[in-house]
Each structure stands twice: as structure tokens, then as C-alpha cells.
């Protein structure tokens, strides 16, 4: 198999998807593939390297949901001065992963298979997305500091500044990009763009015939969202 070039732009970056968090991915025709190195970081192994490498020995099959890629790095010599490296790393789509992971017996793997078997079920539904522009890139880097800690929250609100936006709008993109989502959801078209404008055409002339009906009523009536009411309609007085 010809080994795939990564570009040297394209370093390996984290990847996130529910409770997965592997330090080093890169992306192939939009699919994720992930290193040796990572998954066994992530599956808690005190030697990851070497404990998937005896993984893969015991069960070689694996290696068919692989692919071999090169990349160029740059290293120094020691004397101040550097020179580029190029290296072939074998690489592992999700299939690979899942494979690997049920082949381990760490108390991890057994926690999160279900996390692993929604990974790959996302990855053949074709839902996975790779980054996409530099704010995914400074949202992943808030996503990699401690959750709940002051410099997390610090880093919020400071691309909240920058952005002009919430500091809760930043926190669904992060809740966005643990979940690999893209951070901007699509503008709704056709039939459910419809039916979405039709049903609040619908809420907003209750509101208006019987203004003391209660929100919960009315999403309770026409099958939407209390949130989504809240959002037509604003805040009532009183519900």
C-alpha cells in the first residue's frame, strides 16, 4: 500500500467525540485515523507504544483498517541547528480503534466501548467532521485545559471578547466540538425549514387569540420544544 502524504501544514491535532479524547489524529478523506501512540495514551497504558504494538501482533487482521502516512519533521541537532525529517507512521480509522480497544483488557476499554461502538457507527454514517477553520482550532485548545478550572474559564470568556459573543455560546461550541459537531449548524431548508416555519406561524397566532394560554400548553399542542416556544415568543409574564 503507497503510503498517504501528510502536507506539513497538516500536523496530527486532537480529536474529540463524546467521552473519546485521543491527542493525535489526522484526517484522510474526512475519516479520522488515529496513532499507535494515542490510543494506547488513551486507554492508559504505561508504555502506550509498545502495549498496542503487542495488540496488533496478537491480532494482525487489524492492520487492515490502517493506512501508512508520511509526514516531515522538523528536529535539531543539538548545536542550535535544525533539519526536516521525513517519517512513516501507521494510522488507524475508526474500525482499527474499535478493534484495538476491544482487544485490550484495561479497565477503560470496558468503560467506554459503548463510546467506541458510537464512534464507529458515526464514522460509517458518514457524521464525522474534521476541523474546520482557525476558531475550531482555538475552541480545541480551551477543550484540552482542565474542565471546571479557572484558566478554562478565563480562556472563555477571553474568545468571548474577541468574538463579540457569549461566554455560553462558547461553551456550546466547546459541548459542540467534544461532540465533533460542527460549530455552526446549518441554516434548516426544505420540508423541515417549512414545517418549522409554519409551526411558529401556528404558536404566534394562539399567543395572540389567547394570550392567557401557557407556554407548556402550547408546546404541549402543536408537539415542540418548550425551549423552542421560549425562542417564538419571549418571556411571558407569568407560565
Known amino acids: 500500500m503507497e503510503a498517504q502524504i501528510i502536507p506539513k501544514d497538516q500536523v496530527f491535532y486532537p480529536f474529540f467525540f463524546q467521552q473519546i479524547r485521543l491527542e493525535e489524529a489526522c484526517w484522510i478523506d474526512g475519516i479520522p485515523h488515529f496513532t499507535r501512540e494515542a490510543i494506547g495514551e488513551w486507554l492508559g497504558y504505561r508504555d502506550p507504544q509498545r502495549a498496542v504494538a503487542k495488540i ?19 528536529q535539531s541537532t543539538g548545536k542550535g541547528e535544525k533539519y526536516e ?5 501507521r494510522v488507524y480509522n475508526p474500525i482499527g480503534f474499535q478493534l484495538i480497544v476491544f482487544e485490550s483488557h484495561q479497565p477503560k476499554a470496558k468503560a467506554y466501548k459503548i463510546n467506541v461502538a458510537n464512534l464507529t457507527l458515526a464514522y460509517v454514517q458518514g457524521r464525522l467532521t474534521p476541523p474546520q477553520g482557525p476558531l475550531t482550532f482555538q475552541v480545541m485548545d480551551i477543550t484540552c485545559l482542565p474542565e471546571h478550572s479557572r484558566e478554562r474559564g478565563d ?85
Open 56 to 74: 496488533i501482533k496478537r491480532n494482525p487482521y487489524i492492520n487492515n483498517f490502517s493506512t501508512v502516512v508520511k509526514l516531515t519533521t522538523v
Open 155 to 239: 480562556a472563555i470568556r477571553e474568545l468571548a471578547q474577541d468574538l463579540n459573543k457569549s461566554p455560553w455560546t462558547i461553551r456550546r461550541y466547546i459541548k459542540r466540538t467534544e461532540n465533533n459537531e460542527p460549530l455552526v449548524k446549518k441554516t434548516p431548508t426544505g420540508y423541515a425549514w417549512k414545517r418549522s416555519r409554519e409551526a411558529k406561524a401556528k404558536a404566534e397566532r394562539l399567543h395572540k387569540r389567547l394570550p392567557g394560554m401557557k407556554y407548556k400548553d402550547i408546546s404541549r399542542l402543536l408537539n415542540i420544544n418548550i425551549r423552542t416556544i421560549y425562542k417564538w415568543l419571549g418571556s411571558p409574564k407569568e407560565d
Open 85 to 89: 525529517r521525513e517519517m512513516e507512521i
